[in-house]
T-cell receptor
Framework: DAKTTQPTSMDCAEGRAANLPCNHS???????VYWYRQIHSQGPQYIIH???NNETNEMASLIITEDRKSSTLILPHATLRDTAVYYC??????????????FGTGTRLQVTL | EAGVAQSPRYKIIEKRQSVAFWCNPI?????LYWYQQILGQGPKLLIQ????????DSQLPKDRFSAERLKGVDSTLKIQPAKLEDSAVYLC?????????????FGQGTRLTVV
């Protein structure tokens, strides 16, 4: 079962920042927070992941609260191509064998003109 | 680099027939996953391989589904016999795995329709 809670859907105007929240109140110390997105008719695409520090890459920023019970994915300047379902996933740290990704139902982000 | 390749892209079969899906992971990736995604839901893990060994197949309906990865590279997923509720997109993913957390790369999937 997914260990995260996300809003079902969100809207964002093109050019504005999209802030997607995720609750993971039962996360343990050896679990990462991963974000994937799935554009229509494609396979999921990795965005970013983090353990306890905030992370930034060319796609997005990940803000994790100090208690690690929630996080926010930030797309700084959303475009129409960012319209997708965004999945927040809690993933166990690898221990010699890659751990699985357990997907929930995600947040459907609609970017509009 | 080349991504995860899956074939076919689409398949339509009648119930009780059998079907097979093929996956070629990214070169050098030891871990391979098969996921099932029913319309409107997130992907659900069916089976995970590490090289040619099964790591997790707890959610694989073993009475009708089977998967193999004989040489630790390509993998096939088979359904025999198919049921209407097997209509879904079947996604293959691969990752380096090991001691460091690494991202999983997904293929485009095979859309199966059972009629």
């Amino acid at each position: 079962d997914a260990k995260t809670t996300q809003p079902t859907s969100m809207d964002c105007a093109e050019g504005r920042a999209a802030n997607l929240p995720c609750n993971h109140s039962t996360i343990s110390g050896n679990e990462y927070v991963y974000w994937y997105r799935q554009i229509h008719s494609q396979g999921p695409q990795y965005i970013i992941h983090g353990l306890k520090n905030n992370e930034t890459n060319e796609m997005a920023s990940l803000i994790i609260t100090e208690d690690r019970k929630s996080s926010t994915l930030i797309l700084p300047h959303a475009t129409l191509r960012d319209t997708a379902v965004y999945y927040c996933i809690v993933r166990e740290r690898d221990t010699g064998t890659a751990s699985k990704l357990t997907f929930g139902t995600g947040t459907r982000l609609q970017v509009t003109l | 680099e080349a991504g995860v390749a899956q074939s076919p892209r689409y398949k339509i079969i009648e119930k009780r027939q059998s079907v097979a899906f093929w996956c070629n992971p990214i070169s050098g990736h030891a871990t391979l996953y098969w996921y099932q995604q029913i319309l409107g839901q997130g992907p659900k893990l069916l089976i995970q391989f590490q090289n040619n060994g099964v790591v997790d197949d707890s959610q694989l309906p073993k009475d009708r589904f089977s998967a193999e990865r004989l040489k630790g590279v390509d993998s096939t997923l088979k359904i025999q016999p198919a049921k209407l509720e097997d209509s879904a997109v079947y996604l293959c993913a691969s990752s380096l795995g090991g001691l460091s957390n690494t991202e999983a790369f997904f293929g485009q999937g095979t859309r199966l329709t059972v009629v």
